[in-house]
């Protein structure tokens, strides 16, 4: 990195270009401070020995001395999921957090036996000086409760990070402190990173509490078995379903373990405030009349060994579908799921279920991020000289600095960067110059010890799942596809006797291909978009994830082209 000693850098080694793994840095002199330390789900979270996905932590290993804290800004896994990896390889003095975070962090550590972490509980009101950089925070509204931004006062100007938020006039839990934002705003935001989740999505995030009154509609009117599947990281929906349960008297049953441990987390912090004798055991709950039972589970994105899939399957421990149950998926598929969740949707409907989605018919579900609409009052409340939109794939990112540009940032005042690019901080002025190392490094969920690399983990995953090369021919001038894309496969199934298999994987394929090039894409979005559309469709098709690689041969090539076309895997 070239800088010189006086300025303030700022760097990602997670969090662009994906929605995951989010870990922020900002150095100053012999001062790091690491915000969030979160981990990303490789393909599908709930696969037996599944590999989480984590950023390379050797650049803050090798300036171990100057890390001098970790902030987090809510409890979600993309935030916290990292830290316990973060503890093996290197040395980590103290986490600033806030409650419900800081219990969710403490659960973790003691889960894996680590102790040697002082955890440093923050809410709007604390001030900390860490050597030359004061810190301070504002409330936010997000889908858990303890959601924060945070001010970072440098020599150099003020970097100010939202965190995930979305603005609800109506929320569930506390409302975010829009004063105190525009008061940070008037005193002057040199650059602001904020949630690219939504920034896609054109006007304003529903309520959470349009689904309360939809989900309150749904106990008063099912007078059979209630079965509703949700993420247990919604932390705030799970409080109204499980408060609703109280109000219209049934027992809750809760299956899937994520789900059980943040119900406890929750109502030890006093966030979930019901009677004890609400939850019972599944023995117990299923000898009760099926009007007073609820199911609370996890798999509302179609994991295929999560607690309702199972449930749709019939081979579900403890329950299977019968005629007349309601079962209502209180969440959206995040994109790439949509197939799976299909798939369950048709097995509980076939099995005699009343199925409820998320619908413009219906209010089941909302987002936790601020849509185009929420991200404009962010920008107009902090009117930052510089942008950069974090916490996005590349195209959100992208879509966010328009945003930006709507009201008044101009676009050479945005910074859509990967992970490792570093941002120099000069006296107000912001650029970009330089990169620290930053990769994907896979951890098997089994190992605790084991940090495997990228080709350790290729080589494994080879071998159980085989690998699919898809060929396509492109004219890059003129972005049309040049022949229909060719599929090559080794050790994933014989070719001989899938053809069929083949050929639809060849259609998905020039689909897929005729879609994004309308995009004028680079060749990093265009393997991306095959890897999104090949490997769910052949997963759903044989339940194998083959390593996908695609081969881009464009027909004009120039230096940089040949370079692009490398296979990468
Ligand atoms: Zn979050
Ligand atoms: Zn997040």
């Given at each position: 990195m070239k800088k010189r000693n006086t300025d303030t850098a700022l760097y990602c080694l997670g969090g662009l270009g994906e929605v995951g793994k989010n870990s922020y840095c900002i150095e100053h002199e012999n001062t790091i401070i690491l915000i969030d330390a979160g981990v990303k789900f490789a393909?599908?979270?709930?696969?037996?020995?599944i590999d989480y996905v984590i950023p390379d932590y050797t650049y803050l290993k090798e300036n171990n001395d100057k890390l001098k804290g970790l902030f987090i800004t809510h409890g979600h896994e993309d935030h916290i999921g990292g830290i316990t990896f973060l503890m093996q390889i290197l040395n980590l003095e103290v986490i600033y957090a806030p409650k419900l975070a800081a219990s969710l962090i403490r659960k973790k550590l003691n889960e894996k036996k680590m102790s040697n972490v002082k955890i440093v509980e923050f809410d709007n009101s604390s001030e900390f000086k860490i050597d030359k950089i004061k810190v301070s925070f504002f409330r936010q509204t997000h889908s858990i409760p303890d959601a924060y931004g945070i001010v970072f006062t440098t020599p150099n100007g003020t970097i100010v990070t939202t965190g995930d938020f979305k603005f609800d006039?109506?929320?569930?839990g506390d409302m975010s402190e829009i004063q105190k934002m525009a008061m940070i705003g008037k005193k002057g935001v040199d650059l602001l990173l904020s949630d690219s989740t939504n920034s896609e999505v054109s006007g304003f995030t529903m309520s959470e509490a349009d689904v309360s009154e939809s989900i309150n509609d749904i106990f008063r009117n099912t007078k059979h078995r209630l079965i509703i599947a949700t993420f247990a990281s919604n932390v705030f929906r799970v409080q109204q379903i499980v408060e609703a349960a109280q109000r219209f008297h049934r027992k809750v049953i809760v299956f899937g373990r994520s789900m059980e441990n943040i119900i406890n987390v929750a109502r030890e912090s006093g966030i979930i405030k019901v009677r004890d004798d609400l939850f019972v055991n599944p023995n117990v709950g299923l000898?009760?009349?099926?009007?007073?039972v609820l199911i609370l589970c996890t798999g509302s994105q179609g994991e295929p060994l999560a607690a309702l899939s199972r449930i749709a399957n019939g081979s579900h421990k403890f329950i299977k579908i019968i005629p007349n149950d309601t079962v209502v998926f209180s969440s959206s598929p995040i994109p790439g799921n949509a197939l799976s969740i299909n798939h369950i949707v048709n097995k509980l409907a076939k099995s005699g279920a009343k199925v409820i989605t998320n619908s413009v018919l219906n209010s089941i579900h909302t987002s936790g991020h601020a849509s185009q609409g929420e991200q404009k009052l962010m920008l107009q409340l902090m009117t930052p000289k510089y942008f950069f939109p974090v916490h996005g794939e590349y195209r959100m990112l992208k879509a966010h600095a328009k945003t930006a540009e709507q009201v008044g940032i101009p676009l050479d005042h945005s910074f859509i960067l990967s992970n490792g690019d570093v941002l120099i901080l000069r006296k107000h002025e912001v650029f970009a110059q330089g990169r620290v190392q930053s990769d994907d490094i896979y951890v098997d969920g089994n190992d605790v010890s084991g940090l495997s690399t990228k080709v350790i983990r290729d080589r494994v995953h080879l071998a159980n799942n085989g690998l699919v090369a898809i060929l396509v021919a492109i004219n890059p001038a003129t972005n049309k596809l040049l022949s229909k894309p060719q599929i090559i496969s080794r050790g994933f199934v014989y070719m001989k006797e899938n053809q069929d298999l083949i050929n639809e994987t060849q259609v998905l394929a020039e689909k897929t291909m005729k879609n994004i090039l309308k995009t004028d894409p680079n060749f990093k979005i265009i393997k991306e978009s095959l890897k999104n559309s090949i490997g769910p469709f052949l997963y759903h098709k044989t339940h194998r994830n083959p390593i996908i690689i695609p081969l881009i041969i464009a027909k004009t090539t120039n230096t940089k082209e040949k370079e692009n076309a490398k296979p990468n895997a």
């Amino acid at each position: 990195m070239k800088k010189r000693n006086t300025d303030t850098a700022l760097y990602c080694l997670g969090g662009l270009g994906e929605v995951g793994k989010n870990s922020y840095c900002i150095e100053h002199e012999n001062t790091i401070i690491l915000i969030d330390a979160g981990v990303k789900f490789a393909g599908d979270d709930s696969l037996p020995g599944i590999d989480y996905v984590i950023p390379d932590y050797t650049y803050l290993k090798e300036n171990n001395d100057k890390l001098k804290g970790l902030f987090i800004t809510h409890g979600h896994e993309d935030h916290i999921g990292g830290i316990t990896f973060l503890m093996q390889i290197l040395n980590l003095e103290v986490i600033y957090a806030p409650k419900l975070a800081a219990s969710l962090i403490r659960k973790k550590l003691n889960e894996k036996k680590m102790s040697n972490v002082k955890i440093v509980e923050f809410d709007n009101s604390s001030e900390f000086k860490i050597d030359k950089i004061k810190v301070s925070f504002f409330r936010q509204t997000h889908s858990i409760p303890d959601a924060y931004g945070i001010v970072f006062t440098t020599p150099n100007g003020t970097i100010v990070t939202t965190g995930d938020f979305k603005f609800d006039l109506t929320p569930v839990g506390d409302m975010s402190e829009i004063q105190k934002m525009a008061m940070i705003g008037k005193k002057g935001v040199d650059l602001l990173l904020s949630d690219s989740t939504n920034s896609e999505v054109s006007g304003f995030t529903m309520s959470e509490a349009d689904v309360s009154e939809s989900i309150n509609d749904i106990f008063r009117n099912t007078k059979h078995r209630l079965i509703i599947a949700t993420f247990a990281s919604n932390v705030f929906r799970v409080q109204q379903i499980v408060e609703a349960a109280q109000r219209f008297h049934r027992k809750v049953i809760v299956f899937g373990r994520s789900m059980e441990n943040i119900i406890n987390v929750a109502r030890e912090s006093g966030i979930i405030k019901v009677r004890d004798d609400l939850f019972v055991n599944p023995n117990v709950g299923l000898t009760l009349p099926l009007e007073q039972v609820l199911i609370l589970c996890t798999g509302s994105q179609g994991e295929p060994l999560a607690a309702l899939s199972r449930i749709a399957n019939g081979s579900h421990k403890f329950i299977k579908i019968i005629p007349n149950d309601t079962v209502v998926f209180s969440s959206s598929p995040i994109p790439g799921n949509a197939l799976s969740i299909n798939h369950i949707v048709n097995k509980l409907a076939k099995s005699g279920a009343k199925v409820i989605t998320n619908s413009v018919l219906n209010s089941i579900h909302t987002s936790g991020h601020a849509s185009q609409g929420e991200q404009k009052l962010m920008l107009q409340l902090m009117t930052p000289k510089y942008f950069f939109p974090v916490h996005g794939e590349y195209r959100m990112l992208k879509a966010h600095a328009k945003t930006a540009e709507q009201v008044g940032i101009p676009l050479d005042h945005s910074f859509i960067l990967s992970n490792g690019d570093v941002l120099i901080l000069r006296k107000h002025e912001v650029f970009a110059q330089g990169r620290v190392q930053s990769d994907d490094i896979y951890v098997d969920g089994n190992d605790v010890s084991g940090l495997s690399t990228k080709v350790i983990r290729d080589r494994v995953h080879l071998a159980n799942n085989g690998l699919v090369a898809i060929l396509v021919a492109i004219n890059p001038a003129t972005n049309k596809l040049l022949s229909k894309p060719q599929i090559i496969s080794r050790g994933f199934v014989y070719m001989k006797e899938n053809q069929d298999l083949i050929n639809e994987t060849q259609v998905l394929a020039e689909k897929t291909m005729k879609n994004i090039l309308k995009t004028d894409p680079n060749f990093k979005i265009i393997k991306e978009s095959l890897k999104n559309s090949i490997g769910p469709f052949l997963y759903h098709k044989t339940h194998r994830n083959p390593i996908i690689i695609p081969l881009i041969i464009a027909k004009t090539t120039n230096t940089k082209e040949k370079e692009n076309a490398k296979p990468n895997a």
